[in-house]
Structures are given as structure tokens and as C-alpha cells.
T-cell receptor, first 113, second 111 residues
């Protein structure tokens, strides 16, 4: 059959506004989560991570929130800039000997001038 | 500190051929994992190596294989290439099972 691409959710924000990108993860046993940014033609770039013993973690202009009750992650980007335009992926992992990241389908963020 | 280096960046192969991709992890990182990225399936885990041992393998056919050398460099091999193997192949390295850092990938096109 014909192969279709994943339908990427899209988010458009004005330059200078805050962005919120959401992700639902699949495995309740996952205890480590990472947000990645991927620009066209490049590999995923690590943004921020969080472990399941935390609800919130802040980095430079970014904040990750974790809600284990509903298996939900969000990435907040403050004062969004044109250079933030990219596809953003969340990844989940279960700590232990099986080091395997399971990725979400990604969100395309477009920053409007 | 050098990042994760993948070579080559681009490859074009014919159906039925085989291909070998290389990944040099960040110095000191002993875990190397491989992922396939396609528009249709997104990012999917292939396998993970630690100290020359494969610790985990994703749901890919046996045509996909890999190995890791004593210096932590890793290679993956795909035999009997199919059109559907066209993808971006990404390698990630990790020191303590966190902070996975990805390389820029190898873009494989099978014609």
C-alpha cells in the first residue's frame, strides 16, 4: 500500500511569545524523559531532560513539566525566537539495562516574524 | 569536546546491495544506540551496544545488524537492501544511560 507520512501536529507562534509543546507518552513504567529539537537535515539536538521523581525542570529559556498521572509532558519555550523553528520530539525511556528511547511523532514549531 | 560523528553523511545504494554505516561516540561514552528515521514511521530504535555487547534490539529484520569495537566506535550493516530501507540512520551515545547525544545521521537512499 502507499506509505503516508506521519501527521505532525503544528504550532505557529509569534516571535517573542511563549510556546508550549505537548506530548503524551505511552508507558507508565517510563521514568526518564528527554525533549529534542530537530532542524532540517540535522540529527536531534538534546534540549532538556527530566526524571520521574520530578514534576518540573528548568533550563535556559525552556521548562519541562511532567504529569505522571495522565502520562503527559510539556515543553515550554520562553520568548520564542526564529531559531527555535524546528520539529520537537519527546522521548521516553525505562532506566535499566535496556537503553532504548521511544519517540513521539513530533511537533513542527514555526515562529512567525 | 567532539560530538557524535557519523560517516558517511550520504549514501546511494542499489537494491540488493549491502551497506555499512559508522558511528564514533563522544569520548568516554560507552553506550551507542542506533535509530532509523523515516517520514512514515518516525524515529525507531534499532539496537544498543555497550562495551562491545548488544544489550537491546528493536523490531527490525535480521538484515539489520551491528557491532561495537573496543574503542566504543560502532558500525551498523544492512544487507540485501530494499527500497524501504531508505531513511536517515541516527546514532546516539550516552555515558550513564541518560543525556543521549545524537549525530547528524547518515542519509541512505536505496534505488
Amino acid at each position: 500500500g502507499e506509505s503516508v507520512g506521519l501527521h505532525l501536529p503544528t504550532l505557529s507562534v509569534q516571535e517573542g511569545d511563549n510556546s508550549i509543546i505537548n506530548c503524551a507518552y505511552s508507558n507508565s513504567a517510563s521514568d526518564y524523559f528527554i525533549w529534542y529539537k530537530q532542524e532540517s537535515g540535522k540529527g536531534p539536538q538534546f534540549i532538556i531532560d527530566i526524571r520521574s521523581n520530578m514534576d518540573k525542570r528548568q533550563g535556559q529559556r525552556v521548562t519541562v513539566l511532567l504529569n505522571k498521572t495522565v502520562k503527559h509532558l510539556s515543553l515550554q519555550i520562553a520568548a520564542t525566537q526564529p531559531g527555535d523553528s524546528a520539529v520537537y520530539f519527546c522521548a521516553e525511556n525505562i532506566s535499566g539495562s535496556a537503553r532504548q528511547l521511544t519517540f513521539g511523532s513530533g511537533t513542527q514549531l514555526t515562529v512567525l516574524p | 569536546k567532539a560530538g557524535v560523528t557519523q560517516t558517511p553523511r550520504y549514501l546511494i545504494k542499489t537494491r540488493g546491495q549491502q551497506v555499512t554505516l559508522s558511528c564514533s561516540p563522544i569520548s568516554g561514552h560507552r553506550s551507542v544506540s542506533w535509530y532509523q528515521q523515516t517520514p512514515g514511521q518516525g524515529l525507531q530504535f534499532l539496537f544498543e551496544y555497550f562495551s562491545e555487547t548488544q544489550r537491546n534490539k528493536g523490531n527490525f529484520p535480521g538484515r539489520f545488524s551491528g557491532r561495537q569495537f573496543s574503542n566504543s566506535r560502532s558500525e551498523m550493516n544492512v544487507s540485501t537492501l530494499e527500497l524501504g530501507d531508505s531513511a536517515l540512520y541516527l546514532c546516539a551515545s550516552s555515558q550513564f544511560g541518560d543525556g543521549y547525544t545524537f549525530g547528524s545521521g547518515t542519509r541512505l537512499t536505496v534505488v
